[in-house]
Every structure is written in structure tokens, then in C-alpha cells.
């Protein structure tokens, strides 16, 4: 069946630095979508994307959708203590319900 | 407010115990989804309902059952046949089945003694 890879599951930085999730899949995608879930959280929606090569900005997060429909990566530009939590990203294809990476679980370093 | 409601928020059980966990939504939304999350192993699909009296089995609904008689309502029953079922139990529902966004309940977690 469809699988969803997302990488590094951990990430530990500095306030300020950079940070970037990437996530894979094994089938073409029709959209992909993006949530955050902030310790003892649930998941909340954060964006969709759904052409190839789509690229879209939330003021310091920057999305984008590979060419080819299969991956997709989160960037956060000059993090905040704000931005921790864990990321996940979901591919949907076909009628299958969308299919979650295991996230990557940010920490950011005051 | 509009929103996703499940109920209770903690629970424990005694191994070989039923257990229903509510989930119920005023958004009026057709799809609801039942997800398990486990440390490190993302959300994984147990039933999903796209419509009233129908329903899916996802990637693990052994040991696990759901009924929707209601568009508001999507319980789930954790069965004794269910090996390890210490886990936080996420509800969702979106307004069609396969687009847009999902929106999440904030979750059961079960703990089995």
C-alpha cells in the first residue's frame, strides 16, 4: 500500500537557526497536506498543496511540492520557541484516506 | 463553536475490558476518522466513515469496532481481542471524504492496566 516516509524524525536547534522536514512518497500524489502538533497537543491543520512544484508561504514556513507529485518539504526560516512541536506531513491518492508520515518532532533551543 | 468534541480525555481500563470512546462533531461533516498515535509512529488509520451507516476498516482495525447510526456521532470500541491498546486515540472529521482539511478532537488517551 501507499507509504509515506518523512525525515529526520528528530531535529534540535538553536533559536534563530533553520529548520527543514522532507517528505516521500511511494505512489504520486494528487495533494499533500501539512499539520503541527504541539506537545500534549492534537494535530491542526496547516496547509495544502496540490500542483506540481507549488510552493506556498506562511509568513517563516515555506512549503513546496515536488515535480513529480511524490515529495514535499517544510521550511521554517529563523525558528521560535513558538514553532516546537511535531510535524507531520499526509499524502492523498486516489480515493485512499490520506496516510501520515511518523512526523519530525522539533525542538528549539532558547 | 463549531468543533470536534471525544470524551473522556483519560481513561483506565482493566486488561480484557471494553472501552468506548466518544467522538462527536457539530460541523456537520460527512467523513470521520478514527487514528491511533503511539510515540514515533505517526497516526495510523483504524476506521474511517464517509457517510451515515457505512464504514472502513483502516491499517489496523483488529481488535477494534465503530458504528455510525449518526452524521454527528463516530464512537469507537476498543475490544479485550485488542493486543496492546495503551495508546492516545485521535477522532477526525473533514467535510467530504478525500479533500480538505482534517479536523481533530483532542483525543482519548487509554491506558490499560
Known amino acids: 500500500g501507499q507509504q509515506v516516509m518523512q525525515i529526520p524524525q528528530y531535529q534540535h536547534v538553536q533559536e534563530g537557526e533553520d529548520f527543514t522536514t522532507y517528505c516521500n512518497s511511494s505512489?504520486?500524489?494528487?495533494?499533500i497536506q501539512w499539520y503541527k502538533q504541539r506537545p500534549g497537543g492534537h494535530p491542526v491543520f496547516l496547509i495544502q498543496?496540490?500542483?506540481?512544484?507549488e510552493v506556498k508561504k506562511q509568513k517563516r514556513l515555506t512549503f513546496q511540492f515536488g515535480e513529480a507529485k511524490k515529495n514535499s518539504s517544510l521550511h521554517i526560516t529563523a525558528t521560535q520557541t513558538t514553532d516546537v512541536g511535531t510535524y507531520f506531513c499526509?499524502?492523498?491518492?486516489?480515493?485512499?484516506?490520506?496516510?501520515f508520515g511518523k512526523g519530525t518532532r522539533l525542538s528549539v533551543i532558547a | 463553536d463549531g468543533g470536534i468534541t471525544q470524551s473522556p480525555k483519560y481513561l483506565f481500563r482493566k486488561e480484557g475490558q471494553n472501552v468506548t470512546l466518544s467522538c462527536e462533531q457539530n460541523?456537520?461533516?460527512?467523513?470521520m476518522y478514527w487514528y491511533r498515535q503511539d510515540p514515533g509512529q505517526g497516526l495510523r488509520l483504524i476506521y474511517y466513515s464517509q457517510i451515515v451507516n457505512d464504514f472502513q476498516k483502516g491499517d489496523i482495525a483488529e481488535g477494534y469496532s465503530v458504528s455510525r447510526e449518526k452524521k454527528e456521532s463516530f464512537p469507537l470500541t476498543v475490544t479485550s481481542a485488542q493486543k496492546n491498546p495503551t495508546a492516545f486515540y485521535l477522532c477526525?472529521?473533514?467535510?467530504?471524504?478525500?479533500?480538505?482539511?482534517?479536523?481533530f478532537g483532542e483525543g482519548s488517551r487509554l491506558t490499560v492496566l
Open positions: 460541523l456537520n461533516h460527512d467523513a
Open positions: 498543496l496540490v500542483k506540481s512544484g
Open positions: 499526509a499524502g492523498l491518492s486516489g480515493n485512499t484516506p490520506l496516510v
Open positions: 505512489t504520486t500524489l494528487s495533494n
Open positions: 477526525a472529521s473533514r467535510s467530504v471524504a478525500n479533500t480538505g482539511e482534517l479536523f
